[in-house]
């Protein structure tokens, strides 16, 4: 299952995506984390110190490699080169599994051992000086973007994304790859403001938006939450003491976060795993070629000379079976 955790600035997209990547490792699950954030602080939320996050390997500078390797031997990518974000995968292009090991996750995924169980984290890379008014960062979390469009993920296998504050990953298709996207809010006017955003664009794409209200502290938050957002919210969590202890760099053993901290984890593992059946790999592909005709004509013909359109292969439908012949 991918699971995205988006919402406003602040609300804590990064800290319950952490909590839900130990819980998922205490049960005994395969998981990829991915910081698709270019304000990096999932590896520092997962237990690494600063130097430990700061050597980890920037997705965005090994896109070379990435694309490379992903590119197989389709015969429709002529290059790396003309490879863009959104460029799909077809007959001769290699897929990513959870559990395999690969170049991509040798190149960019460090294990991290959390109680439970290790799990592979993966991450954009910062904003550097260099970026500015160069590349648009999207550049970076194209990278995130092409190995989602490259994977394949099975039933209790999980992908986790941390992703960037607002609702930049409209202007990508990055906002359609996951089974499940947890929206983040706090019960404030402005926590529920990107719900309503995130809302119309999802509408028309089939995601699943779910809410998980943060820093909940009553009943008159939990109301107004449910006021607003409807049957979208899923659970609550209250301010956690574990979650600062952790913040000041003394974490205590997992089994010691809150009881209903803990129940909401597990309603979150819950809901997304009852997306498995709601699979469609075939809407799933249709989508990312609907976002590579869009990225094609508005940028990416004009800045690869090619006509990406035909990067496309019509028969091919990305699925599981495929990663178990491919
Ligand atoms: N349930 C919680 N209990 C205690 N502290 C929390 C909780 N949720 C979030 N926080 C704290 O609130 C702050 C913001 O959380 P976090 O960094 O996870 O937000 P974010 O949405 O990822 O922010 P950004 O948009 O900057 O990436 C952090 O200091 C975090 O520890
Ligand atoms: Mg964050």
């Known amino acids: 299952m ?14 319950l995506s ?26 520092a939320a997962l237990g690494l110190d600063d130097d430990q996050a700061a050597a980890l390997p920037a997705m ?25 974000k959104t460029t799909p995968p077809g007959e001769g292009s290699r897929l990513l599994r959870v ?34 008014g160069v590349a648009c960062y999207h550049s970076k979390t194209g990278a995130v973007e092409l190995c989602l469009n490259h994977l394949v993920d099975g039933r209790d296998e ?14 990508s298709g990055m906002f359609t790859r996951f089974d499940v996207t947890f929206l983040v809010a706090e019960p404030t006017r402005k926590g529920v403001s990107v719900y309503r955003q995130y ?17 909940v502290q009553g009943q008159d938050d939990i109301d107004f939450l449910r006021a607003e957002v409807g049957d979208d919210l899923l659970v609550t969590v209250g301010h956690s003491d574990w979650v600062r202890s952790m913040e000041k760099g003394r974490p205590p053993r997992f089994d010691l976060l809150e009881d209903a901290n803990r129940r909401s984890l597990h309603m979150l593992q819950i809901a997304a795993d009852a997306t498995y059946e709601l699979r469609d790999w075939e809407r799933y592909t249709r989508q990312m070629v609907h ?17 990406l359109a035909a990067q496309i292969d019509p028969g091919f439908v990305l699925n599981e079976r495929l990663a178990a012949t491919v």
């Open 99 to 132: 559990q395999e090991d690969n170049p991509v996750f040798d190149a960019c995924a460090r294990p991290v051992e959390l109680d439970g169980g290790t799990v592979r984290l993966m991450v954009t890379g910062p904003f550097t000086d260099a970026d500015l």
């Open 2 to 15: 991918k699971i995205a955790f988006v919402g406003k600035g602040g609300s804590g997209k990064t800290t």
């Open 158 to 171: 999980y992908v986790v994304v941390d992703m960037t504050a607002g609702s930049d990953s409209f202007a």
């Open 18 to 43: 952490s909590l839900f990547i130990r819980h998922l490792a205490a049960v005994g699950a395969p998981v990829v984390a991915i910081d698709a954030d270019i304000n990096q602080h999932l590896g």
């Open 199 to 215: 809302k119309e664009y999802a509408r028309d794409f089939g995601v699943v938006l779910k809410v998980v209200g943060n820093k």
């Open 291 to 307: 976002f590579h005709l869009k990225n094609a004509t508005s940028w990416g013909n004009e800045r690869t000379g090619a006509d």
């Open 60 to 84: 965005g500078e090994r896109l070379q490699l990435i694309k490379d390797y992903l590119r197989g031997c389709n015969p429709r990518i002529a290059s790396a080169e003309t490879m863009i």
